[in-house]
């Protein structure tokens, strides 16, 4: 069975984005974004959310980005081969090729693909990594913890939910980012002892 993974950029305080909705907060950085290309090599399928399936359909739609340089040629050949899913209730069409649209975010369907993929998952996005968090269905979450605080925003990790992590690997970069590659294990409830 493929694993499910939630891999995003975070602040030290936990924000994936700023109180004004932004995340480019965090600067540029080649050690950092070869890591990623390299991660995200051996992913079959990306999961997105609207907004950051948005963000990153440049990757294909936009070939002067692809240009700038040999790593991000390489970023978008890899962003390019893998299949993606657009959970969105808005968006009317994609703009990417093997992509797919779906309405609303079934648990069910998720775990037939984890059952039937035959290279790993990531799912990116907050809110659509809370969804799958609480059904139990991501196996590890792999956290860009950059070295700013941003004093509030959207949380990287769902709130509410009670779960637990055991650290698998970590990796320190030369700018004071740290990757930190954790096992998720379903949720007991929520913080309240109800459960989700």
Known sequence: MAKLIYVTNVSLDGYI??????????????????????????VGTFLYGRRLYESMAVWETDAALAAQSGLMADFASV????????YS??????????????????????HQMKATAGSD????????????????????????????AVGGGKPGLPTGVRADFALLDERRFRNGVVHLRYSYHRPHGSLDGRTP
């Open 17 to 42: 984005e700023d109180e004004s909705g932004a995340f480019a907060w965090f600067p540029p950085d080649d050690e950092v974004f070869t890591f990623t290309t390299d991660l995200l090599r051996s």
């Open 79 to 86: 962003w390019q081969s893998a299949n993606k899913v657009v």
């Open 89 to 110: 209730t808005t968006l009317t069409e994609v703009s990417t090729a093997a992509t797919s649209l779906e309405r609303r975010f079934d648990p069910a369907a998720v």
């Open 121 to 148: 998952i990531t799912i990116g996005g907050a809110n659509l990594a809370a969804q799958a968090m609480q059904a139990g269905l991501v196996d590890e979450c792999q956290l860009f913890v950059w070295p700013t």
